[in-house]
C-alpha cells in the first residue's frame, strides 16, 4: 500500500513530535520530515516532494500565510492548517482557507499535548482527505486587508422581493466549504430571501467567518442565534459545537439553536438542518449541496425534495473534496448538478421566474 507521505511545519518541537507520532502510527501514512521553519521547509518540500503538509500559522522568518501564498502559486499541493482557537486564529485560517488551504485542526491554547493527542483521530482524517483534495494553482495573494474590507461585488441586477419572505435558501458544506459559500453569497441581491447555512467548523470560528462574509456581501450574514426571526436579506449561519434548524412561528421561519447530539459523527449537522426545512418549507425551499466530506444531509436533502423542495448540487471539477455532494445524488437529492460558479446565477434566475410568477 502506498502511503499518504506528510511533512509537518511547526516552530514548536513538541508539536513536531506529537504530530510525527500521530502520523507514523497510522498504517496508510508516513511523515517524511519535519521543519520549524517556512525556510527549511521549503527546501525539503523540493526534496521529499510530500503529498501533504501541516502547517503552522505563526512562525519565525516567515508567517504560515505568507509561506502559503507561496506554495500555492508555485507548487500548489494539499495543506492542512494547525490553527489556535482563538479570535485572531480564526481571521488567520480564513485567510489561509482563502489562500487554498484545504482544511485545518484547531488546536487549544491550554493542555497543548493532551489537546492534541484528543485530536489525533480527526488530524488523521483531515490528512487522509488532503491527500485526495482537488488543489488548484492560487493567483497573487490577497492584500493583508481584503478579507475585512475588500470592494463588494457589483450589485445583481435580479429584484425578488416579492416572494422573499415565504421561500428559503439553505445550504450545507464541509471541507472546502468556506470559499464555496462566499462564491454564492457575494452573487446575492439585498432582496434574497433569507438563507440558513451549515458548514462543518468549530466552536469559535464561525463568529469569524460570518463577519468575514458580512463584509464582503450585499446581503446581512450573521451566526444563526436561538429564536431569532429568518428575513430575508439576511443569512444565518450555524454556529460551531451547536445544532441549527429551522422552525415556524405563525407565518415566520425562525432559527433554533440548540445543544443537541451529534449526527453523522457532526455537530453543526447539515441533516439537521436540512431535515428541518423539508418539513416546514417544502416546496417553497430551495437547496444547495457544495463541496465536502462524507455524506452529512444527503438523505435529507432527499427529503426535501420529495417535499418539493429544487435542489442544486456542486459537480465534481469544482469540488475541493467530492463526498456530500456524490452522496446526494446518489440519495436522488439533486435536481441540477453545476459546476460552483454557475449555482448563484442558476438559483437567482429561479428565484426571479418564481417573483415574475407571483407577481402575474
Known amino acids: 500500500m502506498k502511503k499518504i507521505r506528510v511533512v509537518v511545519v511547526d516552530d514548536s518541537a513538541l508539536v513536531r513530535s506529537l504530530l510525527s507520532e500521530i502520523i507514523n502510527k497510522q498504517p496508510d501514512m508516513q511523515c517524511v520530515g519535519v521543519a520549524n521553519d517556512p525556510l527549511i521547509a521549503r527546501e525539503m518540500i523540493r526534496e521529499l516532494d510530500p503529498d501533504v503538509i501541516t502547517l503552522d500559522v505563526e512562525m519565525p522568518k516567515m508567517d504560515g500565510l505568507e509561506f502559503l501564498s507561496r506554495l500555492m502559486r508555485l507548487r500548489p499541493m494539499p495543506v492542512v492548517m494547525i490553527s489556535t482557537l482563538t479570535e485572531r486564529g480564526a481571521e488567520v485560517t480564513l485567510r489561509a482557507l482563502e489562500l487554498g488551504a484545504v482544511d485545518f485542526v484547531a488546536k487549544p491554547r491550554m493542555g497543548l499535548a493532551e489537546g492534541i493527542k484528543e485530536l489525533s483521530s480527526a488530524i488523521v482524517e483531515k490528512v487522509r482527505v488532503a491527500s485526495k483534495a482537488h488543489v488548484k494553482r492560487s493567483g497573487a495573494a490577497p492584500a493583508p486587508s481584503a478579507a475585512v474590507s475588500g470592494p463588494k461585488p457589483p450589485a445583481p441586477v435580479a429584484s425578488l422581493g ?155 471539477a469544482s469540488c475541493i473534496v467530492f463526498g456530500m455532494p456524490r452522496e446526494a445524488i446518489l440519495a436522488g437529492a439533486a435536481d441540477e448538478v453545476l459546476p460552483l460558479v454557475e449555482i448563484a446565477p442558476a438559483l437567482l434566475a429561479r428565484l426571479k421566474q418564481s417573483a415574475d410568477r407571483y407577481r402575474i
Not at 168 to 188: D, P, R
Not at 195 to 202: A, E, L, N, Y
Not at 244 to 265: K, Q
Request: charged share 20%; proline share 4%.
Open 162 to 316: 416579492q416572494l422573499s419572505t415565504e421561500k428559503l435558501v439553505c445550504i450545507g458544506a464541509s471541507t472546502g466549504g468556506t470559499e464555496a459559500i462566499k462564491e454564492v453569497l457575494v452573487h446575492m441581491p439585498a432582496d434574497a430571501p433569507g438563507i440558513v447555512i451549515t458548514q462543518h467548523m468549530p466552536a469559535g470560528f464561525t463568529t469569524s467567518f460570518a463577519a468575514r462574509l458580512n463584509t464582503l456581501c450585499h446581503i446581512t450574514v450573521q451566526e444563526a442565534v436561538h429564536g431569532a426571526r429568518i428575513l430575508p436579506g439576511h443569512a444565518y449561519i450555524a454556529p460551531g459545537g451547536k445544532q441549527f434548524r429551522v422552525d415556524r412561528s405563525g407565518a415566520n421561519y425562525v432559527c433554533v439553536v440548540e445543544d443537541g447530539e451529534l449526527v453523522n459523527r457532526h455537530r453543526p449537522s447539515v441533516e439537521v438542518l436540512f431535515h428541518s426545512v423539508a418539513k416546514v418549507a417544502g416546496r417553497n425551499a430551495i437547496g444547495l449541496m457544495l463541496t465536502g466530506m462524507g455524506g452529512d444531509g444527503a438523505r435529507a436533502m432527499k427529503e426535501m425534495k420529495d417535499a418539493g423542495s429544487y435542489n442544486y448540487v456542486q459537480d465534481e
